[in-house]
């Protein structure tokens, strides 16, 4: 299979500038995205316009934290996008998990399965920062830069093994004969670390004073 | 701020019920502790008395005491009284009747605590369906004894990351910032 | 040969997670038979990211930037639910000019929050002019927030004892000819959406709810008004400085699409005029009367339930304290427990395919109160 | 009035003017709804862009042999239809073209689209064409009714015939004498474009863009250049009829002027329910059409 | 002579020895079968036009004879049984009954349209409604009763009606043959010649399926036999148009003398045909819309094209008629086309509930193709004959001058657009269910007979003028006014021309430029299971239902309801209830069983008797 490369010159152009959008808000940025959309800030100016369905966007936003339910559906949507596709993270939570970083449904790290090519910071992001990160989106489209969906499809392994860890793979990918061999090489794994992780432990609530401070 | 609307519902409760302890908290607010089985009589007679918004189920892990306390709370529109009517459950397979009979949407209070405390209530058929949390085969999450973060850093493997960024050649993103 | 009976499975499908017929992150599954659809089946949890457990976690001031991000589209109530809870219980006693700004922070967030729902409404519809007049609107409102709170939806402003600062100076005149431009685009948005003969054929008599059925089925708020019960947490539970405040609460016979959408525009009006009066008369003096050491502050022993408001329906905290450094136990009631997935779900048997979206966009259903 | 029109360079250069002149309505379109909207917009060449972007796409999914049929057929049938509409006084391929063929070559495209997105199998699809078929069903009668009034009018069923009747200035327009027939066909016209209020085989929020649901990549560039012909040969239709389709650049002017009337009551309509659209067509148009009919009969 | 009798004899004798033979092998019944429609047609090739003289018993002629409509309708006639005798070729398990009924009700259909004469036509006429029934019966009495009663009764009332008409032409003018009675039809008085059509009209009309008589239709046509239902609803109701034709037109060539209300050029008698031929096409394609069962879907479509000839003939002048007999045409190859294809899709899964369907173009791709060519003429789409016929059908419409039923024509060609893509959707397209997964492609012998239907209606569709240029010459032989003014390739009308040529090769490049523009786009990936859809971002497994196909158009049928509500179905009930009654009235009445009542009775009955006697003299 040749190497596929990000678009270049006309393709490239054409594909910075009419950005297609998949209507999916997936955390609490979202609330962001229609003032983004509408008269005062006002996206569409650079072609970018919210799709209906995965088959006819190229942009996917996960606009802020993502629980495991919702990751399901965000990589089904993802594999069903044709390529080339781009994947755009808002706010902290999709880097380290953010202010939920300690929440036991939502995942701390976005890049373990989906490639990322841009993040745009902000417990969620306003409008401006936003309308920055498309721009600086088309730019990278135009120069050919982002190549999020070639990282995907080459390390589809490690991206389908870091899935695995947290969901049930054979159900949600595209690819089913891959994801039934690494759901059964990631059982074991897997498995020990729900030992690890669900330990009954309780923690006396009213002593936990932090040391180092005068009582 | 006098309290007779809310002595009067206490004394209305303090009729048919005597095992009942109820006692005001403030203006608008009355507490009353009953046993489990009392429970499902007492919403039906404080709703024949106009006590018909049904306002919440609460749940509280006293972890302590080894005991879950469910907390009804009920809102008369007339008299703009507020009960929280209050029972103590085992924690560990501790069983309530449902109210749907009285008020079908307490189906819904009933799953989520269910689902996050493992009260079990009988007579609610939607009870194994998955409410919020989906294919989660670990110990029902709001109870004290689940430790989040102890979850988070053991089953989100967070350990070093630089390994991997550079096998896949990720390069941090020095796009160039604006003048 | 058409003898034979075969068995009709009835058509599935999903107004699913992914779709843009919904508010927020949010599933149904409908089994329809041609257009009209004969089960509903609400399927929350996509946001669910376990609220109450990390609440348990965090000292109490901790959690104030924490709970303003439950209802992401009306934030305050949450925040000054969280803080009224935490006065009652530790008995803190809070200056008169804090309780006059935090009525204003409420309503200035219905008036927003309102904004955004009829854009919704008019969206789910075809009406694509509508989201963008209103959501630009809004837009200036959030600028008033911004200079009042630092930012735009999630402000982090009121806190246990008052609210954080203090309005910045020529903050009032600036609110006030935003007040006037919003009061006098409320005419065009009534010859938009509401004169709009396809709105009216759209939406009057579509997904009608029986009045003594929405008390008894915990539907509360604009929704239950819309069905002529004067029910409103304002006058009925009043918090704050609420009862020194005069206005009037809507009410509409129809329970109808329409006469919810109707009851949302004209508590925009309403929620105006308050703002104006708690601007004239708002008093002078402390605004923040701070509770000490956050990190040792330990709060009493004890619980409260907290009601207020929500431009949702009646949004409560029930706030639960041993004495620790840290809340025992906070259950969030969110107005769209009971909207979100009970009330959706008998409403919905019987409509037709294409009101789907609308009626869960009059419903103002917020997936994340479900989840928390 | 050349009886078979073949001259050849005509042919290959009408379909690409036509095509890039219908993606800048579209552009114009979008251009115009953000006026109203008051924002800006984008730029006019937009859909030119989003048809050269989506020809980039790569492997958008297939789901059979008649899939991929689907939007090809749907381009050539639109194709074809243009063919024999008289753009600017021209007909291409006329045998002075009867406005009868024409009525059913536009019918082909939207079969063999409603043939492909079967063949997806997705039943989003299948209800967005429904509401389409319904939604025909309702507009084409009106078209049919102020049609068959204009054919009374001029005793003949040809386009370049009628043309030549309403050559000769303003004055001479049909869309004065028969007014009542005009206004029902450009009710019928704000169906056939798919504008609110019908535009339900494409709702989003209830059937997530219909009949469009599972095509990407190449085929929705196919359906974008379909449905950009198609605005040029339905407003065309109007044009020839009641507007004596003049001289090429007056030609277009007049179409985008019956476009810009479509745009304008889309911008602040929401949509019907698809039964209630379909009462409404055969209800107030249709009884507007007919009342127009029976002048021109007594008046004939 | 003697070929008349070689030709009437090869078809009995064939369904008396498949009748005899057939139970012993199936392969035997479904050879004589196909050799007899063989035989006969080469014996029909050889027959030419002329007139053949059979004397019968008691010395008195029956006249056949053949000209140029007979061979028209006779060709189209073997062509259809040709066809179904090919397809009968995969039926074994039908009984040999069935072959031998088949072959004696295409003899019947012939010899009807070789009658010269009022006994062979009605000897002819009921040999045909008999094994018709008979058909219908054949696999299993107690599933078919209702609908074959049905058919047994409204056929039977059709020709008593007809024996009334032709009765009353034998009073008035004595003759039996048909060009007697032409010569003396001039003696009738206007009177009884108006009665006479009306009841020919109404008698021919209940075969072909009027508005008012066509209840019987849809179930018939549904309930026989697969295989035999193309030839049923495609070749016997032509039968009706055939006496339509003759009453109309031939034996009553006066009528334009009759000094009648003259309304558009046509007479009054035309003009209410026009009227019953719109309403019949109009409400019967809106019924055909929200029918479940694939073959109640075609049946009602047959109605509804029927609907269209009538209205055809009513406009009486060349246009009228040429539209009338091309569409007779159309609609036998389509309607044997589509029926032969739901046949083949019966025989591979078992049931015609759409909804239960889905999907066959995976398993079934040429029935596929060629139920698209099938729809494409029904629907009328210029490349194929249906839009010949339906183009010079709307042309006499609007030529004619009659605005309002035109209108209701084209609204019912465009319902036909709905039903169709119900039928091909609800079948073919969609999701495939488990229990279709190893349906196989239909035997060859269905295939075969597709594309034998297929060539004539594309090649008509592309050479309209061929066709036209036939049924002319069938006209003029009739005196009657044809259309002259068409080429090979193009028909011109008064109103406008259509070059079927043109728009072939036209749709033809227009194919080839999207299919360049169309491999500019690249590669496309193969979906990955057919649940790889777009639903919402969810996950389905197999058995989730994602067919949509019952009510179909639900939105539709609630809008239309207070048009559907109006059935004549529920007249006749009406009208059956009423029989009752009355006749349970009078047998409480009559026979009380008392003696005085019965004498009272019959002096009442004698003396109206004597009264009536007296009165008569013609």
Not at chain 4, 47 to 58: G, R
Not at chain 4, 114 to 128: Q, S
Request: with cysteine.
């Amino acid at each position: 299979m040749t190497k596929a490369k990000p678009p270049k010159g006309l393709k490239g152009w054409a594909q910075g500038r009419s950005l297609w959008m998949l209507h999916f808000c997936t955390g609490c940025g979202a609330i962001e995205m229609p003032p983004t959309m509408t008269s005062r800030y006002d996206m569409e100016r650079f072609g970018i316009t919210p799709m209906a369905t995965p088959r006819q966007a190229d942009l996917l936003l996960i606009t802020g934290y993502l629980t495991v339910k919702t990751l399901k559906r965000v990589i089904r949507s993802y594999e069903q996008m044709p390529e080339p596709k781009y994947v755009v993270g808002f706010g902290s939570c999709t880097v380290n998990g953010g202010m939920y970083w300690d929440s036991y449904n939502t995942i701390k790290r976005l890049d373990l399965y989906l490639p990322i090519d841009l993040y745009i910071a902000g417990c969620m992001p306003r409008p401006e920062a936003i309308i920055d990160g498309f721009t600086e989106l088309i730019e990278g489209i135009k120069k050919g830069k982002f190549d999020g969906w070639i990282r995907y499809k080459e390390n589809l392994e490690y991206y389908k093994r870091n899935q695995a860890m947290v969901m049930d793979i054979r159900k949600w990918s595209l690819d089913a004969e891959l994801a039934e061999r690494i759901w059964n090489e990631v059982q074991e794994e897997r498995r020990k670390r729900f030992e690890r992780a669900t330990v009954k432990h309780v923690y006396e609530l009213a002593e936990r004073i932090p040391e180092g401070l005068p009582k | 701020m006098s309290l007779e609307k809310e002595q009067k519902v206490v004394d209305l409760i303090k009729v048919s019920f005597e095992d009942a302890e109820a006692e005001i908290q403030r203006e608008r607010r009355v507490k009353v502790k009953v046993a489990p089985n009392r429970v499902f009589p007492l919403v039906a007679y404080l709703k024949g008395n106009g006590f018909k918004h049904f306002v919440a189920i609460s749940a509280v892990d006293w972890i302590r005491d080894g005991e879950i306390e469910l907390v009804y709370h009920l809102w008369n529109y007339d008299e703009k009284v507020h009960v929280m009517i209050k029972t103590r459950v085992p924690r560990d397979g501790g069983s309530m009747p449902t109210l749907k009979p009285l008020f079908n949407q307490a189906e819904t209070y009933e799953r989520d605590i269910h689902e996050f405390f493992g009260v079990h209530f009988e007579g609610n058929e939607k009870l194994d369906r998955e409410f919020i949390l989906e294919d989660w085969d670990g110990p029902p999450p709001m109870r004290k004894d689940f430790d989040t973060r102890l979850f988070s850093a053991e089953f989100y493997d967070q350990e070093d990351l630089e390994s991997e960024a550079l096998r896949l050649k990720i390069q941090p993103y020095k796009g160039h910032l604006k003048k | 040969m058409n003898g034979k009976n075969e068995i009709i499975r009835e058509f599935e499908y999903f107004i699913g997670p992914q779709h843009p017929g919904i508010t927020g992150n949010f599933s149904i599954k409908l089994k329809a038979k041609g257009d009209v659809i004969l089960e509903a089946e609400a399927r929350p949890g996509y946001l669910h990211r376990g609220f109450e457990k990390l609440m348990e976690q965090r000292h109490w001031i901790k959690n104030v930037p924490m709970v303003c991000r439950i209802c992401v589209p009306d934030p305050d109530p949450n925040e000054v639910l969280y803080a009224m809870g935490v006065e009652e219980l530790a008995g803190l006693e809070v200056p008169e000019r804090a309780q006059w700004i935090r009525v204003m922070v409420l309503e200035m967030s219905r008036i927003q929050a309102h904004l955004s729902y009829l854009g919704g409404i008019s969206g789910a519809l075809g009406l694509y002019t509508a989201p963008q007049w209103m959501t630009g609107d809004r837009d200036y409102l959030l600028d008033r927030f911004e200079e009042l709170t630092g930012a735009r939806v999630y402000h982090i402003y009121t806190t246990p004892g008052g609210v954080r600062r203090d309005l910045p100076e020529g903050f009032e005149d600036r609110l006030r000819e935003t007040l006037d431009y919003i009061e006098k685009r409320l005419t065009d948005y009534y010859r938009l959406i509401f004169d709009n003969p396809v709105f009216q054929k759209r939406t009057i008599g579509v997904g009608t709810m029986d009045p003594d059925w929405a008390i008894e089925n915990g539907v509360t708020g604009p929704n239950l008004r819309a069905c002529g019960i004067k029910a409103d947490v304002r006058i009925d539970d009043p918090y704050l400085v609420y009862d020194q405040i005069e206005f009037e609460v809507p009410t509409e016979t129809g329970c109808d699409m329409f006469s919810r959408a109707m009851i949302r525009f004209q508590e925009i009006q309403q929620s105006i005029n308050i703002v104006r009066q708690v601007l004239d008369r708002m008093p002078k003096g402390p605004f923040l009367n701070k509770p000490g050491n956050p990190l040792m502050w330990r709060v009493p022993a004890g619980d409260v339930y907290v009601r207020v408001e929500s431009s949702k329906g009646e949004f409560g905290y029930y706030i639960v304290s041993d004495g620790g450094v840290k809340p025992y136990r906070v259950h969030v009631r969110g107005p769209s427990m009971t909207h979100g997935i009970h009330v959706i779900e008998t409403l919905l048997v019987g409509q037709r395919v294409a009101d789907v979206s609308p009626i869960m966009f009059s419903l103002d259903i917020c997936p994340p109160d479900i989840d928390r | 009035m050349n009886a078979v029109g073949l001259n050849i360079t005509w042919i290959i250069f009408m379909p690409i003017l036509v095509i890039i002149i219908g993606l800048f309505y579209l552009g114009a379109a979008r251009k115009i709804t953000a006026r109203i909207q008051n924002r800006y917009g984008p730029p006019i060449y937009q859909n030119i862009i989003d048809v050269i972007k989506l020809f980039s796409k790569k492997n958008p999914t297939n789901h059979g042999v008649m899939f991929s049929l689907g939007p090809v057929m749907a381009f050539s049938g639109m194709l074809i239809s243009l063919l024999f509409i008289p753009i600017g006084n021209k007909a291409l391929l006329s045998f002075n073209g009867d406005i009868i063929v024409l009525l059913y070559l536009l019918v082909i495209a939207p079969l063999g689209m409603a043939l492909g997105v079967g063949e997806g199998g997705n039943p989003m699809g299948t209800i967005g064409i429904a509401r389409a078929l319904t939604l025909m069903l309702g507009y084409e009668v009106v078209l049919v009714i102020s049609i068959i009034s204009v054919i009374l009018y001029t005793g003949s069923a040809s386009f370049m015939e009628i043309i030549k009747m309403q050559s000769g200035g303003v004055g001479h327009w049909f869309i004065w004498p028969l007014f009542l027939s005009a206004l029902a066909m450009d009710m019928a016209l704000q169906g056939m474009l798919g504008e609110k209020p019908f535009d339900q085989p494409v709702a989003p929020h209830e059937v997530a863009s219909g009949p469009m649901v599972e095509f990407g990549g190449k085929y929705l560039g196919l359906l974008q250049l379909y449905h950009a012909i198609g605005i040029v040969v339905e407003t065309g239709i109007f044009v020839n009829l009641f507007l004596g389709g003049g001289t090429l650049f007056w030609w277009f002017v007049k179409s985008f002027a019956v476009f810009f009337v479509a745009l304008l009551i889309n911008a602040v309509m929401p949509r019907f329910r698809i039964g209630q659209a379909f009462a409404f067509f055969w209800t107030y148009p249709a009884a507007i059409g007919l009342i127009g009919l029976i002048l021109v009969a007594i008046l004939k | 002579m003697m070929k008349l009798l070689y030709f009437i004899g090869c078809f009995s004798g064939g369904a008396l020895l498949a009748f005899l033979l057939g139970s012993f092998s199936p392969l035997l019944k479904k050879f004589i079968t196909f050799l007899a429609v063989i035989l006969g047609a080469v014996l029909f090739a050889t027959m030419g036009t002329s007139t053949y003289q059979l004397s019968l018993l008691f010395g008195n002629q029956v006249i056949f004879g053949i000209d140029t409509l007979t061979q028209f309708m006779v060709w189209m006639t073997l062509g259809i049984a040709f066809i179904v005798s090919l397809v009968l070729w995969s039926h074994s398990e039908l009984s040999p009954t069935f072959f031998a009924l088949f072959l004696l009700n295409v003899l019947g259909t012939v010899l009807i349209f070789m009658s010269r004469d009022i006994v062979s036509f009605f000897f002819s006429w009921e040999l045909m409604s008999w094994t018709a029934f008979g058909m219908i019966l054949s696999d299993g009495w107690e599933k078919k009763r209702s609908a074959a009663v049905k058919y047994f009764m409204w056929s039977a009332a059709g020709a008593y009606m007809v024996l009334i008409g032709f009765s009353i032409l034998f009073a008035a003018t004595s003759a039996i043959r048909f060009e007697n009675i032409v010569m003396s039809v001039g003696r009738v008085s206007h009177g009884w010649l108006i009665t006479a059509i009306a009841f020919l009209v109404a008698g021919f009309g209940v075969k072909a399926a009027m508005m008012p008589f066509h209840v019987w239709a849809p179930d018939a046509y549904s309930e026989s036999p697969h295989p035999f239902t193309g030839f049923f609803s495609g070749i016997l109701s032509k039968t009706g148009v055939y006496g339509i034709f003759i009453a109309f037109f031939y034996l009553a060539a006066r009528l334009e003398a009759v000094p009648m209300l003259r309304v558009h050029g046509t007479s009054i008698f035309g003009y209410i045909m026009v009227w019953i031929g719109a309403i019949t096409a109009f409400g019967a394609s809106l019924i055909a819309v929200h029918q479940e069962y694939g073959k109640k879907l075609l049946a009602w479509s047959s109605v509804s094209q029927l609907g269209y000839i009538i209205f055809a003939f009513g406009i009486a002048d060349s246009l009228g008629m040429t539209g009338a007999l091309s569409h007779a045409l159309a609609h036998a190859l389509f309607k044997a086309l589509l029926f032969t294809i739901l046949a083949g899709v019966i025989m591979r899964t078992g049931t015609d509930h759409m909804a239960s369907l889905g999907g066959l173009i995976k398993r079934m791709p040429l029935s596929f193709i060629f139920a698209v060519v099938g729809g494409l003429a029904l629907a009328g789409i210029p490349m194929t004959i249906g839009f010949t016929s339906k183009w010079i059908i709307y042309e006499a419409g609007i030529n004619g001058g009659y605005i309002f039923p035109t209108t209701l024509i084209f609204a019912a060609s465009t319902a036909a657009f709905l039903y169709y893509y119900r039928f091909v959707y609800s079948i073919f397209l969609g999701p495939l269910h488990e229990e279709h997964q190893n349906v196989k492609e239909v035997p060859a012998t269905y295939w075969i007979s597709y594309i034998l239907l297929a060539i004539p209606i594309f090649y008509f569709g592309l050479y309209p003028g061929k066709l036209v240029g036939i049924i002319s010459t069938i006209l003029q032989s009739y005196n009657l006014p044809a259309l002259t003014t068409y080429t090979a390739t193009s028909v011109t009308t008064p109103l406008g021309t259509f070059n079927g040529m043109v728009v072939g090769l036209g749709f033809g490049a227009a194919l080839i430029v999207g299919l360049i523009v169309y491999f500019i786009g690249g590669r496309v990936r193969k979906a990955a299971s057919q649940t790889d859809k777009y639903l919402a971002g969810e996950v389905v497994t197999n058995e989730f239902e994602l067919h949509y196909s019952v009510d179909f158009y639900r939105f539709l049928e609630r809008k239309l309801s207070w048009l559907l509500k109006i059935s004549a179905q529920k007249f006749y009930e009406f009208i059956g209830e009423l029989i009752r009654f009355v006749a349970d009235i009078n047998r409480k009445m009559f026979f009380c069983g008392n003696g005085q009542a019965y004498l009272y009775y019959m002096t009442i009955v004698l003396t109206i008797l004597i009264l009536s006697i007296w009165r008569i003299k013609p």
